[in-house]
Structures are given as structure tokens and as C-alpha cells.
């Protein structure tokens, strides 16, 4: 970890009980006793909505001898469940929501786990999404190798009069190396690797002509995607970059995002997948997360 990006400064008065964190989002504070299970947590695996956390959090209980799951009471902003050593957590849409869910869930795991540098180093991250391919048909799945903003640059955010904060973006190469090792000669599972582009916008920012509001041209459009492809981009979402970037700051060695596509943007704009296609497509991505939990989570 790199405990000089950690804000120690807020962050160690909730270890010593001198302040109590609100992780308002989440709808706990530090003190609240139903933290107390969540201590053994070795994993957070975070998706964008609560309905694929309800699902991946059964999945669990059921590979782990139908261990109690335990949910989180507030759930209009995000949905949190727990089980069997694996935090489940919804993020919303784009970087704006994913941030705020991504920001809490540190802040709680370093209470979690009292600050311990090493503990944390073993906590292992993942986003599970949907994409839009580029030159990848629908159904594949990505792991990412690196999460960039449209214009190819890392992760930032505007410093007020002074410049922006920039992020490192890059995936960890063993972690993802592991998640592929892990699904190798799965049947019926396309897996590549690859960098993803995060969009801040579904239309604008992902170069679409169907958004209410279009500046582009089929021309202009299809330059931009071809530019993504050149570059080694297999896949557009709206988190990834600042998922990578916000966890390379405090260090943590071990994350990923899985995501599979819907459709392959080279070929069109609207998700146009059948309702039975789009649910093998989240399956997909589910078992490539799956079989590395099982293959990594010693007694997961
Ligand atoms: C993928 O799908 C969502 C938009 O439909 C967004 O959260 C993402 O990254
Ligand atoms: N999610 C995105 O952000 N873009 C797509 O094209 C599909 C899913």
C-alpha cells in the first residue's frame, strides 16, 4: 500500500475512536454493530446495479455452503451485501456515482481492517460490467489491462484554479493474468484483455449518433473508434479509469474489471441484444469473476 496517499489525517481518528465515520451513502457509521461480521472481508466486488449484487451475492452463499448474507438497510443509493468474505456493492452509472461508492468503501475497508497495511494489500477489487465492444461482438468479455478517458489520457478531475489531479490507470498485470488463467479452456466463454475507454456520458462521450443531443457524424464517429482500435482499445464503459485510479492511489496490489460487451460499437450505436442474449452476456462476466474468486479466495 502506499500509506502516503492514505488521508491518515481523517482516517486514523476513526481507528482510534476519537471520530466516527458516516459512510452516508452506504447508510452505516463506523460505530454501527453490523460492521462487526465484515471484519474477515477479503474481497469487494462492485457492480452497477443492486439487482446484479442481490444475484452475485446468492451465487456465493450458495458456493460457500449457503453462508448468511448479510445486507446493508439503506438501499436507494447503492445495495451492499455480504457474504463468505466478499463484500458486494452497486456503484450507479459513471464516474460521478461509481467514485462517491468506490471513495466510501475504502474509507470502510481500512476501518475494516484497523489500518493494517498488510491486511489491506490482501484485499482483492473488482468491477463487474457491461461495455460496448470495439471490434469485439457482442458476448465477449474484457478484462482490462488499463482505463483511460476518452482522449486516451488517465483518469482526472479538475483542482479548482490550480490544474487537475491525475490517476495511474493501469490494471495490475498478475491480477489479470490470474482471472484469465483461471477461466482457460472455460466452454462457451470468450475472454480478451485489452485497455477500456470510461466515458463520462452513454452518448456524447462514447461518440453515439442516437443520443437526443449528437455533435458527431457517421465520419467523425467512426474516426474516433477506429483511433480507440489502432490504440489497442477492446471496450467502452463509464468507471473503469477511475476505479484503477483511485485504488493505484492508495496501492492496492490486487484489482480488476471484467466486463462484457453488448455490442460491438464498430457495427452500431443502440443495444439491440435480446433480452435472453443480454443475460447470458452478464452470466459470462459473472463466471469469469466466479472462477477466480474460487480459484484465489483461499476457502472461498
Ligand atoms: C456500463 O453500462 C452502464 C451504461 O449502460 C455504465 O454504468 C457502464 O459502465
Ligand atoms: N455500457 C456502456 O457504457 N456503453 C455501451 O456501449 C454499452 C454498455
Same mark, same amino acid.
Given at each position: !500500500?502506499?500509506?502516503?496517499?492514505?488521508?491518515?489525517?481523517?482516517? %486514523?481518528?476513526?481507528?482510534?475512536?476519537?471520530?466516527?465515520?458516516?459512510?452516508?451513502?452506504?447508510?452505516?457509521?463506523?460505530?454501527?454493530?453490523?460492521?462487526?461480521?465484515?471484519?474477515?472481508?477479503?474481497?469487494?466486488? !462492485?457492480?452497477?446495479?443492486?439487482?446484479?449484487?442481490?444475484?452475485? $451475492?446468492?451465487?456465493?452463499?450458495?458456493?460457500?455452503?449457503?453462508?448468511?448474507?448479510?445486507?446493508?438497510?439503506?438501499?436507494?443509493?447503492?445495495? =451492499?451485501?455480504?457474504?463468505?468474505?466478499?463484500?458486494?456493492?452497486?456503484?450507479?452509472?459513471?464516474?460521478?456515482?461509481?467514485?462517491?461508492?468506490?471513495?466510501?468503501?475504502?474509507?470502510?475497508?481500512?476501518?475494516?481492517?484497523?489500518?493494517?497495511? %498488510?491486511?489491506?494489500?490482501? /484485499?482483492?477489487?473488482?468491477? *463487474?460490467? =457491461?461495455?460496448?465492444? *470495439?471490434?469485439?461482438?457482442?458476448?465477449?468479455?474484457?478484462?482490462?489491462?488499463?482505463?483511460? !478517458?476518452?482522449?486516451?489520457?488517465?483518469?482526472?478531475?479538475?483542482?479548482?484554479?490550480?490544474?487537475?489531479?491525475?490517476?495511474? @490507470?493501469?490494471?495490475? $498485470?498478475?491480477?489479470?493474468? $490470474?482471472?484469465?488463467?483461471?477461466?482457460?479452456?472455460?466452454?462457451?466463454?470468450?475472454? /480478451?484483455?485489452?485497455?477500456?475507454?470510461?466515458?463520462?456520458?452513454?452518448?456524447?462521450?462514447?461518440?453515439?449518433?442516437?443520443?437526443?443531443?449528437?455533435?458527431? =457524424?457517421?465520419?467523425?464517429?467512426?474516426?474516433?473508434?477506429?483511433?480507440?482500435? %489502432?490504440?489497442? *482499445?477492446?471496450?467502452?464503459?463509464?468507471? @473503469?479509469?477511475?476505479?484503477?485510479?483511485?485504488?493505484?492511489?492508495? @496501492?492496492?496490489?490486487?484489482?480488476?474489471?471484467?466486463?462484457?460487451?453488448?455490442?460491438?460499437?464498430?457495427?452500431? %450505436?443502440?443495444? =439491440?441484444?435480446?433480452?435472453?442474449?443480454?443475460?447470458?452476456?452478464?452470466?459470462?462476466?459473472?463466471?469469469?469473476?466466479?472462477?477466480?474468486?474460487?480459484?484465489?479466495?483461499?476457502?472461498?
Amino acid at each position: !500500500m502506499r500509506t502516503e496517499n492514505i488521508n491518515h489525517g481523517f482516517l %486514523d481518528g476513526v481507528l482510534d475512536g476519537s471520530r466516527e465515520d458516516v459512510y452516508y451513502h452506504f447508510g452505516v457509521v463506523s460505530s454501527d454493530p453490523v460492521l462487526d461480521g465484515l471484519r474477515g472481508v477479503r474481497a469487494v466486488i !462492485m457492480a452497477g446495479s443492486g439487482a446484479r449484487i442481490r444475484e452475485f $451475492a446468492e451465487r456465493w452463499s450458495q458456493l460457500n455452503g449457503g453462508s448468511e448474507i448479510v445486507a446493508f438497510p439503506k438501499e436507494d443509493r447503492f445495495v =451492499t451485501r455480504y457474504t463468505a468474505g466478499v463484500l458486494f456493492a452497486s456503484h450507479g452509472m459513471g464516474m460521478p456515482s461509481a467514485s462517491i461508492a468506490v471513495q466510501e468503501l475504502m474509507r470502510l475497508v481500512f476501518f475494516l481492517k484497523c489500518g493494517d497495511l %498488510d491486511a489491506l494489500d490482501d /484485499v482483492f477489487w473488482c468491477r *463487474v460490467g =457491461t461495455s460496448g465492444g *470495439v471490434g469485439l461482438p457482442g458476448g465477449t468479455v474484457v478484462v482490462s489491462s488499463e482505463g483511460l !478517458m476518452a482522449d486516451l489520457k488517465p483518469y482526472r478531475l479538475l483542482r479548482g484554479a490550480a490544474g487537475q489531479y491525475w490517476f495511474d @490507470g493501469r490494471f495490475p $498485470a498478475e491480477t489479470r493474468e $490470474a482471472i484469465l488463467a483461471a477461466n482457460a479452456g472455460v466452454a462457451d466463454l470468450r475472454l /480478451v484483455s485489452g485497455k477500456t475507454v470510461a466515458g463520462n456520458e452513454f452518448f456524447l462521450e462514447q461518440f453515439r449518433l442516437d443520443g437526443a443531443v449528437c455533435f458527431e =457524424t457517421p465520419e467523425t464517429k467512426m474516426v474516433w473508434l477506429r483511433w480507440l482500435n %489502432d490504440h489497442g *482499445v477492446r471496450n467502452i464503459e463509464m468507471e @473503469g479509469a477511475m476505479f484503477a485510479g483511485y485504488l493505484n492511489h492508495w @496501492g492496492f496490489p490486487r484489482f480488476a474489471m471484467i466486463c462484457c460487451t453488448l455490442l460491438n460499437r464498430l457495427d452500431g %450505436d443502440q443495444v =439491440t441484444a435480446t433480452a435472453a442474449e443480454l443475460q447470458k452476456f452478464s452470466e459470462d462476466s459473472g463466471i469469469a469473476l466466479f472462477n477466480y474468486l474460487r480459484a484465489n479466495l483461499p476457502g472461498g
